[in-house]
């Protein structure tokens, strides 16, 4: 099996163009952040915050998450709730950031992200593909992009969902998970030493899937 990690900040464009790709290759395209951001939704509409005040590994025992690829597009099911939509809030993103950084939440998802590697061709994306996840894949890339660029983007695609929310807001929520997700001390955000740097400020979506897929064809052909 052929795996392909791409790890990189929030608001990159990681996942719209390893989605792209992984169409483009009839790989499956795996988005690892919407595995937490299933975890923090569920700890979420329990009342619980960003400080994480329970007994994390009890109520992991209430979560059942599934991925099932629906017209050749993930979609993720939290307790058997479609929850694809639900977990693309700033809030979802913030509690995302919260529970990545547990061991406990860690664990809990590794084996179902390595299991999906094991048996397909897989485009996957995160923060610890390279680095923890699949430390062996066939490639790595670490794809980033500038703040303004990022935030540009995430604001753009949150307005045209029509959530109400300010780019001030969002500029200092993908400051905070930058800072969040590369402090942590648990798998910490940060390039695998043999990762292709991949930098998309400037480019349309379309400009990042063709270089995306012409530097992989290069390398696995």
Not at 13 to 26: C, I
Not at 115 to 138: F, Q, S, Y
């Amino acid at each position: 099996m052929i795996s392909i990690a791409l790890d990189g900040p929030a608001g990159a464009g990681k996942s719209t163009v390893a989605k792209n790709a992984a169409k483009e290759l009839g790989f499956i395209y795996v988005d690892t952040g919407a595995l937490y951001r299933s975890v923090g939704l569920y700890f979420s509409r329990n009342g619980i915050g960003t400080e994480l005040n329970c007994d994390i590994e009890e109520i992991l025992k209430e979560i059942n998450i599934d991925l099932k690829f629906i017209n050749s597009e993930q979609r993720v099911f939290l307790n058997g709730e479609d929850v694809s939509e639900a977990i693309r809030t700033p809030q979802a993103s913030m509690m995302a950031s919260a529970v990545s950084a547990k061991p406990a939440v860690r664990a809990f998802l590794l084996e179902m992200q390595r299991k999906l590697a094991r048996e397909n061709n897989v485009l996957m994306d995160g923060r610890d593909i390279g680095t923890v996840v699949l430390p062996n894949a066939t490639l790595k890339f670490f794809v980033t992009a500038s703040v303004k660029e990022r935030a540009d983007r995430r604001y753009k695609e949150l307005a045209e969902k029509g959530m109400d929310v300010s780019y001030e807001d969002v500029y200092n929520d993908i400051e905070t998970r930058d800072y969040n997700d590369s402090h942590r001390e648990i798998a910490p955000l940060k390039p695998a030493e043999d990762s292709i740097m991949f930098d998309t400020t400037g480019n349309t979506l379309e400009e990042s899937v063709a270089s995306l897929l012409k530097e992989i064809k290069e390398r696995i052909n």
